[in-house]
């Protein structure tokens, strides 16, 4: 018998790459979500970007559906492996798979369908997102320490700032006016 960690399930799969891994921790140490959050929040022996596409792969989607989903998909991790493994084309992988597979809650598919409603409206958005920022501020310039419902375990472990006062869009538009006077 072969006691491979669950490797051999990654063979012949759109996930064989990361076996090439050489445990150099070079995408560990550019990874934007990583240097946040650390190792210990991928509760597995294989941390950052590596561990986010290893161990779901060899164990299964089940309590690792997640980690795929911390990801900017920057593509740093592909930029920063010495062997060139493409990091940011398994973790899609691995986010179809918790998608057809049922492993992602069902508000976060009715919350991007509701994002791409107003994101795909641009007098809509403009609207809904300056009513949130007005509601945001309504409860203190500092956020919020809890969450209601499904968003309540972003604020088990950390604070949730209040938005921004002013938008992106009307921040560079003041700025350039300014620099137009100057
Ligand atoms: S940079 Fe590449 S080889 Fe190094 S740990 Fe990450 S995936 Fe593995």
Redesign the pocket.
Known sequence: MLVDNGRSNMLRTELEE?L?????????N?CPVYQEIGGHAYGSVYP???GA?YTPGAFGMGPWADLPQASSLCGA?KD??????D?PRMLLALRARAEEGGHTPRWVGDGLHVFRLLATRPRLFRWASAVARRVSRWFGPNGFDRLPGPLAGWTRHRHFPAMAAETFTARRRRQAETRGQS
């Open positions: 990361i090439y891994c050489i445990r150099c921790g070079a995408c560990l550019v950052g970007p590596v596409v991790c920063a492996c010495p062997v060139r493994i990091i």
